[in-house]
């Protein structure tokens, strides 16, 4: 049972359910009469934020919660599940949807409807300080590793057993190939259903429209269209963007995102999910292959990730610029209820969910020697990563 699961006791006659609390931090109060207590401030998803003050003065009306001990409801929470960002603040990471930061901000957007707080530098302060609608300031000299251990504890990638590494492309030349096994396993063959997905780990945004691989097998790609802040969908069997069909349906990929084909032979329906781990994915849209690209169905034995053209001119194909990691592929349709468990699976290793079994791919990318890339269930064989470095397998570092 997870934290978001479970309503948590936070002092006699306070419970708060755990899928609501956004972050819990500690604070001291300054000035008046309260002026030196200590404080635990609770946020709450779509709802005021609520003050616990360790204090022997009753409060008025909902001007505060008063508890007995900051410092056990704080750890009360930590224990449970909450993840310490720095010290003395505690965030429940499944209800955080967007980061945007710079050297003196960090901007937290809670998923859905649940409100936006802003932690910025502040060089009146000496310690951690509400100011009040979501707002808090940190330190000026203690904002660097704030910011710093906020989104290493954040990682786009749950730490521990999902991901200890990752790989970077640099966009240049270097790719994951693996030379055999595909025949079988028909990942982009168009006459077989299949599945694939990928976790996105930084993805550099670019607005030149140009077309970069994603997979393939063969001459048969699956590239992602560059337009600025969206990006589009386009397959073809000619190993090049030029001739490519696409979907009309431009949407961000954001770091940390997985991304998620599934083909329908029967239909020659591919279908693009999309989403953050955690969170349900949204179908962003369903391409259906069409005469042309089936007629000239040219998939291989080998299977890669992120391989270009090498081209220059028309035909253009880039190699993927970014990090990847946790590649997983299906000989068959994954559908919806294995579908939404592989998005909202986090924090445990893949091989102890329960859509593990029907996998014939798992390669946890960055894990291996430099510069071995293994299929752990064996569809695929033969991995490595090409014109790369050592440097390119990255550990993700954790607390």
Not at 238 to 265: H, K, L
Request: charged share 15%; glycine share 12%.
């Amino acid at each position: 049972m997870t934290f978001s699961d479970t309503f948590h006791q936070i002092t006699d006659g306070l419970r708060l359910n755990g899928a609501a609390i956004v972050y819990a931090s500690k604070f001291t109060q300054q000035g008046g009469t309260m002026s030196g207590t200590l404080g635990l401030e609770i946020a709450i998803a779509s709802d005021p934020n609520i003050t616990l003050l360790q204090t022997d003065k009753p409060p008025a009306a909902n001007e505060y919660v008063q508890i007995a001990d900051r410092d056990a409801a704080y750890q009360l929470l930590f224990g449970q599940g909450m993840t310490e960002v720095f010290t003395g603040t505690l965030v429940n990471a499944l209800l955080i949807g967007r980061l945007e930061y710079d050297d003196s901000r960090l901007t937290v957007d809670v998923v859905g409807a649940g409100g936006r707080y802003v932690f910025k530098s502040d060089a009146q302060i000496s310690e951690a300080t509400p100011l009040g609608g979501g707002v808090w300031g940190i330190p000026t000299p203690l904002f660097p590793a704030f910011k710093t251990q906020a989104l290493t504890a954040l990682s786009t990638l749950p730490s521990g057993t999902q991901a200890s590494s990752y790989i970077a492309f640099a966009g240049t030349d270097d790719y994951v190939n693996f030379t055999g096994g595909n025949t079988v396993a028909g990942y982009l063959d168009w006459t077989k259903d299949w599945t694939i997905g990928i976790t996105i780990v930084g993805y550099p945004q670019y607005s030149d429209s140009k077309y970069q691989c994603l997979f393939a097998s063969g001459n048969n790609v699956i590239m992602i269209r560059r337009g600025g802040t969206n990006q589009s969908l386009y397959v073809a069997s000619n190993n090049t963007g030029y001739a490519s069909q696409g979907i009309n349906t431009w949407v961000p990929i954001n770091d940390g995102d997985r991304i998620q084909f599934e083909y329908s032979s029967s239909s020659n329906q591919l279908r693009y999910f999309k989403g953050p781990a955690g969170q349900v994915p949204v179908l962003v849209g369903t391409l259906v292959v069409n005469a042309t690209t089936l007629a000239g169905n040219d998939p291989g034995d080998d299977f890669a990730i992120g391989r270009g053209n090498g081209l220059d001119n028309y035909q253009e194909l880039l190699h993927w610029d970014g990090g990847v990691n946790n590649f997983i592929g299906q000989s068959g349709e994954m559908g919806t209820s294995a579908r939404i468990a592989y998005f909202e699976s986090i924090g445990e290793a893949y091989d102890e969910q329960p859509w593990y079994g029907d996998l014939a791919s798992w390669a946890m990318l960055g894990e291996d020697t430099y510069p071995t890339v293994t299929d752990t269930k064996g569809a695929l064989t033969g991995g490595e990563l090409m014109n790369g470095t050592s440097d390119d397998f990255v550990v993700i570092e954790t607390p």
